[in-house]
């Protein structure tokens, strides 16, 4: 059923939300609200986002509660990107935060802070009749809202939020405007919607070997220290361009089928169609008992007065599930009879107009998935849906992230991970990306389902990760040089590791790379994140292992535009470059972001000093040198425009690690010289 009004409220303030919507009712005036307006087969966030685009009107339950809530910030953030407008129902004094500031802006709102409610209640009713054109205009009391400066949000929207109270002529015709445009006209005929994901293009490896010049183990003596052994030890930098698609790149030449004129339905298809007012369409598929299957029909081009109604009927005949939605309505559902199955596709508003019919079959493979590719693809119109297949076995983590591409930014990314038996498994939508990190429990043939929670459609990237297989092995000690080569994409990286192992990784934006913001994530063998966060230019992570068995570090960048970054990682309990007492050694950081690494091993009560200096040619270096203990934790760090020491007794027998970076992040020659006096 269509709807006039979209109440947003917090789930602490349901009393007052359910008042408001009996109120409005009461008046004839249909209301949207959750989660009594949440229909079966529908995800809840998609749900909401049918229910605030088919609105006319937002009535927001504005309390303390909802002044934090991220969902509520959400619903009204896609009110605004939507133009529709929005009346802050206030019932506690309460200053908007500024993340709501942002969006909010107006002379006045309607306030119910004196009780009793019922009163605030009738205004609010009167207003929102004289809006909706149901009332001729009433002079409508408000008081004055929270003083807030204009919205940024206001300021660059070619569709401002009126949001009401004051002038109700002037509203009123502005709410005319704003509901004014073209219609789209799409195409008929049961039209077969192309797509060709693909892999983003690989690249060499290339290994440069650390250079060990010099006379004997350590190398050659420096000028006037020929007691000490000096050695040339840089960590090897390995290029590895765009690693996250190194892999076996998947065959795929199209994300969806050829449906032909009969309506017999292909697994992973989607197709085009029109329905003339009053008219009913079919599909047909054969399927077997036990066999899981998903369609999904949404409105096409602009066609915002058709209702989608989808219906699953057996071999028998009978209606096995049905139903409808503003936009959009899914079928799931386990195969009872084995035969040939139907799909019934209707207007429930009965005007007709263009859709799109998604099926897929899920206990079939279509467009196979390989751990650790990132894969370019695209919704080529409002409604269309692709999909994706992998095998994995009880226990296997896997992680996959769906973001929007080049020339994409309206699309919102809707990700859902299904499992054997066709059951959601996790899923979601977010504004330029969304993530699903979950352990399988079910072994078999799992399916990701594409779409647009904006119903509009576009280019995304998708990244698929399986973190139970190796991916771009690590060695402990090494650099490495890549690329997120497209917005959205992201790279992996593997290392097994043993309960209370210490680790390392830094990653650090690239060469000519000034708008990258490098994001860096640790995930354990369970696929549970232990650590991340992001840089402005460079990112550190530090851990202790607790678990035994595979890790994963994924690299991503926090702007989603790309570029290039190095990689440094660690195992601080393995020997990497070991130091001798007594040694001066010359090194060199090759390229921006490049760390190198050292070791030694030292008993509690021994005294270590370490001197890191700039070398020959590198006067617009800042030496950055630090100490980690055993566990991984840091000892001691800091750095200086020349030269930085570091004096420190220690408190922990076992191996020891150096690190040296440049503070400038431009790398250069250096010299460490390093001393250990026993007790």
């Given at each position: ?186 195409d008929t005929g049961g039209e077969l919607i192309g797509n060709s994901p693909s892999a983003i293009p690989g ?477």
């Amino acid at each position: 059923m269509a709807h006039d009004v979209f109440i947003s409220y917090s789930s602490e303030d349901k009393a007052v939300a359910d008042a408001v919507c009996a109120t409005l009712e009461g008046r004839k005036i249909r209301c949207w609200i959750a989660p009594r307006d949440v229909l079966p087969g529908i995800a809840y966030a998609e749900a909401l986002i049918d229910g605030i685009t088919r609105s006319r009107l937002i009535v927001l339950v504005f309390s303390r509660n909802s002044n934090k809530s991220q969902q509520v910030m959400r619903e009204v953030e896609r009110a605004v990107n939507k133009g529709i407008p929005i009346i802050p129902f206030r019932i506690e004094d309460v200053t908007p935060s500024k993340a709501m500031e942002y969006f909010l802006s107006a002379p006045h709102w309607l306030d119910a802070l004196s009780p009793p409610i019922e009163k605030h209640l009738q205004k609010l009713a009167d207003t929102v009749e004289v809006l909706l054109g149901t009332e001729t205009p009433l002079k409508v009391e408000t008081e004055a809202r929270p003083k807030i400066k204009e919205s940024p949000a206001q300021k660059r929207n070619a569709k401002p939020v009126y949001i009401v109270a004051g002038i109700v002529v002037l509203a009123l015709v502005a709410f005319g405007v704003m509901y004014l445009g073209g219609i789209f006209k799409g195409d008929t005929g049961g039209e077969l919607i192309g797509n060709s994901p693909s892999a983003i293009p690989g690249g060499g490896t290339q290994t440069i070997s650390p250079t060990m010049t010099g006379a004997g183990p350590g190398g050659s003596a420096l000028p006037g220290q020929t007691a000490s052994p000096l050695s040339t030890s840089t960590s090897p930098i390995t290029s590895t361009t765009s690693p996250a698609t190194q892999q076996p790149t998947p065959t795929i030449t199209t994300a969806t089928s050829v449906i032909n004129t009969s309506g017999q339905l292909t697994s992973g298809a989607s197709t085009k169609g029109v329905l003339k007012k009053g008219e009913t369409q079919w599909y047909y598929f054969s399927a077997d008992e036990g066999d899981a299957t998903f369609a999904v029909l949404s409105e096409g081009d602009s066609d915002t007065a058709m209702e989608p109604l989808l219906e699953l009927l057996g071999p028998d005949g009978n209606v096995i599930a049905g139903g409808w939605g503003d936009v959009t309505y899914a079928i799931s559902r386990a195969i009872t009879k084995t035969g040939k199955h139907t799909l019934r596709v209707r207007d429930n508003a009965n005007t007709g107009g263009n859709y799109v019919l998604s099926f897929m079959q899920l206990s079939k493979s279509v467009n196979p998935l390989t751990s650790g590719v990132s894969l370019l693809g695209q919704l080529k119109v409002p409604g269309d849906v692709n999909w994706y297949t992998f095998d994995a076995n009880t226990g296997d983590a896997v992680y996959t992230v769906l973001s929007e591409g080049q020339d994409a930014a309206a699309m919102a990314p809707l990700l859902t991970l299904l499992g054997p038996d066709g059951n959601a498994i996790a899923g979601g939508w977010g504004y330029v990306t969304y993530a699903i990190d979950r352990a399988i429990t079910i072994s078999g043939k799992h399916t990701l389902r594409i779409r647009d929670e904006a119903n509009k459609g576009g280019n995304y990237v998708l990244s698929f990760m399986q973190l139970s297989k190796s991916v771009n092995p690590l060695t402990s000690g090494v650099s490495l040089q890549g690329e997120l080569k497209v917005p959205g994409d992201v790279n992996w990286y593997t290392f097994d590791a043993n309960a209370n192992d210490a680790i390392f990784a830094v990653l650090s934006e690239g060469e000519n790379e000034a708008a990258m913001e490098p994001l860096l994530e640790l995930f354990g063998p369970d696929g549970k994140a232990i650590a991340s966060g992001w840089g402005d230019v460079t990112y550190a992570i530090s851990s202790a292992i607790t678990k035994t068995g595979k890790h994963t570090l994924r690299i991503r960048d926090n702007t989603n535009t790309g570029g290039k970054y190095v990689l440094s990682f660690m195992q601080l309990s393995r020997s990497v470059n070991p130091l001798n007492s007594g040694a001066s050694l010359q090194g060199q950081l090759k390229v921006p972001g490049d760390v190198n690494w050292y070791t030694f091993d030292a008993k509690a009560g021994d005294a270590v000093s370490a001197i890191l200096s700039e070398g020959d040619n590198s006067e617009s270096m800042a030496p950055l040198l630090s100490l980690f203990g055993p566990d991984g934790k840091a000892i001691a760090s800091g750095w200086g425009y020349v030269t930085y020491a570091i004096d420190k007794a220690i408190t922990i027998t076992g191996k020891h690690t150096l690190r040296i970076r440049d503070e400038a992040n431009k790398g250069g020659n250096y010299v460490l010289s390093f001393s250990l006096v026993t007790k």
